[in-house]
């Protein structure tokens, strides 16, 4: 059984997500930043009337990450954790890849730091990491990106 997934680039490094999550590709728009928001929190936009929670995923893959310009590039997804935005240097490709073509990552990085990383695929002379978004961020943090502010009486009820 194959899965297609979306591939982009990272500080020329290849990544993939599973297609289906994919919402749309747009491109680089300014964010607005959030207080005391987890260093890979750019901010947040807005989406046709939804807040959409923007993740620079080369702060989260511990690549450079210089300022973005209007040649990077935001895929909107949808996970269980929620609707956001994943901001990427370019996106290259959807591929198709059998689950014989997927190989375990190896033990070294599939550690909680980087236990967000579900396979790796080798194609040609590129290798894709594939991630599972659900993992990429946490839960809790998107949860708390998306959810509408509560007035500060009902905090102290």
């Not at 964010?31 to 923007?54: D, H, Q």
């Not at 070294?108 to 594939?130: C, I, N, P, Q, Y």
């Amino acid at each position: 059984m194959s899965s297609e997934y979306l591939t982009f680039a990272i500080s020329g490094q290849d990544y993939g997500v599973d297609i289906l999550s994919v919402r749309e590709i747009r491109g680089w728009t300014k964010e607005t930043p959030l207080p005391n928001a987890p260093t890979s929190v750019r901010g947040v936009v807005n989406l046709r009337g939804e807040v959409v929670p923007i993740f620079d995923l080369r702060i989260r893959l511990n690549a450079d990450a210089p300022p973005p310009t209007a040649n990077h590039v935001v895929i909107i997804v949808e996970a269980r954790a929620g609707v956001y935005g994943l901001l990427v240097d370019a996106v290259s490709d959807i591929v198709s890849l059998d689950e014989a073509e997927l190989q375990a990552v190896p033990d070294t990085v599939a550690d909680a730091e980087h236990g967000f990383l579900t396979a790796l695929a080798a194609r040609e002379e590129r290798m894709v990491s594939l991630l599972d978004l659900d993992r990429l961020v946490e839960g809790r943090t998107v949860a708390a990106l998306n959810a509408p502010e509560t007035p500060l009486l009902d905090a102290a009820a």
